[in-house]
């Protein structure tokens, strides 16, 4: 893995706040069930069930991670999960504890799908821009385009000044906020990320928004 994107730090970065959200969930629990001068507090078990659902998933890829390639362990649990989410649905069993678990089942696959989408494509794709880079470190000459219509140079204009962010509700269910200004049309946004004019920082969390910012060619042809 290349030195400028380190998929182990970067997974192990998203998984950090889940693993200590699980720890201190069953720290509660655990604390309260010594003081007998009250019941179990059965939201305090609903959490360690939801965290530890939620946790699971990148628990498993960082342990098996330690003697597979990480990329191949992330691509593997992302199926797993795709999979789980088509084929399971709650509300099966005759048990409301077996169907509330299976709602938080569905939420955590959910949580983790949204929060390395993108993640492994990016990492390819930072490997091969080191491996396409001129010896020397000089940057390869930027094309920039030969025409740039009014809508896409607005587009490119608000990524630049508006604080433009990808932001996940939902699986499949994106939209696109922004800090101040205009917000640009989400298609246009995805379009202009494809050609490769403005990127989006997979690092983050779908959930807390990715932001959008321009790329050198992005740069260049607003410049232009």
């Not at 003081?35 to 998933?57: C, W």
């Not at 983790?112 to 091969?128: D, P, R, Y």
Request: charged residues 30%.
């Amino acid at each position: 893995m290349s030195a400028s994107f380190d998929l182990h730090r970067v997974f192990e970065s998203l998984a950090a706040p889940k693993l200590r959200a699980e720890e201190a969930a069953r720290t509660r629990l655990a604390d309260s069930l010594t003081n007998f001068a009250y019941g179990v507090d059965t939201s305090l078990v609903r959490e360690v069930m939801l965290k530890a659902a939620i946790a699971l998933p990148y628990r498993a890829v960082i342990e098996n991670a330690k003697n597979h390639d990480i990329r191949e362990v992330i691509d593997s649990m992302r199926k797993r999960l795709t999979r789980q989410l088509l084929t399971r649905s709650p509300g099966g069993s005759t048990c409301q504890i077996n169907n509330e678990a299976a709602r938080m089942e569905i939420e955590a696959a959910q949580n983790f799908l949204a929060n390395t989408e993108g993640l492994l494509e990016h990492a390819a794709e930072s490997e091969e821009t080191e491996t396409d880079a001129p010896a020397g470190g000089e940057p390869a000459p930027v094309e920039i385009p030969k025409k740039v219509t009014p809508a896409q140079r607005r587009t490119l204009e608000a990524i630049r000044d508006n604080g433009v962010k990808v932001v996940e509700a939902a699986v499949g269910k994106a939209y696109v906020r922004v800090e101040q200004g205009a917000k640009p049309r989400k298609d246009m946004v995805e379009w202009v990320i494809e050609q490769g004019w403005a990127k989006r920082d997979t690092s983050s969390s779908l959930f807390d928004g990715q932001a959008v910012t321009l790329t050198d060619l992005g740069d260049a042809i607003l410049a232009a």
